[in-house]
């Protein structure tokens, strides 16, 4: 593949939530969760920032997930394989800084997909794949690094960070 051949922007949206009882009981669906959610999308990417790099330009879009703020009990599992997804987002914006090569993490919330059928969601922290997509595209026209769609989500997880983690292992969520 040559330089001109490297897209300009990239879009990494993978999204495996798994189930977590089974990720408990299964090393092999523990192992799955992790591969689809971190591994395999920071191997794609990595290998799509060198040809970024060298060719001096380009945008990697990473879609995380507001799981990745604060490790959970409910979906520890996908929770910590985002997690480390959006710290490997931070650490490669930090290496290409300086090489023109934009990175962003997006931090959608619920978004009302095949993944979440079927789930009780909340509506005023849904959103549609419609509004995912316009916010991503503004979102990287003003080159932010990271990016929460809903903006209710970025209080609320600032506070879910903030809290104690007695408290927060009280909270069951």
Not at 26 to 31: C, I, L, N, V
Not at 36 to 65: D, H, K, Q, W
């Amino acid at each position: 593949m040559g330089l001109d051949e490297v897209p300009g922007t990239v879009v990494s949206v993978v999204g495996l939530p798994g189930d977590q009882k089974a990720a408990e009981a299964d090393p092999e669906a523990t192992r799955m969760i992790m591969k689809t959610n971190y591994v395999a999308p920071a191997l794609v990417l990595s290998a799509l920032a060198n040809r970024m790099a060298e060719r001096g330009a380009g945008t990697i879009i990473g879609i995380s997930s507001v799981a990745g703020d604060r490790g959970r009990a409910t979906n520890y599992v996908y929770g910590s394989a985002k997690a480390g997804f959006t710290a490997f987002l931070s650490a490669l914006r930090n290496r290409l800084a300086g090489r023109s090569v934009h990175v962003m993490t997006v931090k959608p919330g619920f978004v009302a997909t095949r993944m979440t059928r079927g789930l009780k969601l909340f509506k005023a922290l849904t959103a549609s794949p419609d509004q995912v997509a316009r916010a991503i595209v503004e979102a990287q026209l003003t080159r932010r690094t990271v990016s929460y769609i809903l903006g209710g989500w970025r209080l609320i997880m600032l506070i879910i960070r903030l809290l104690p983690e007695p408290i927060f292992m009280r909270m069951k969520i």
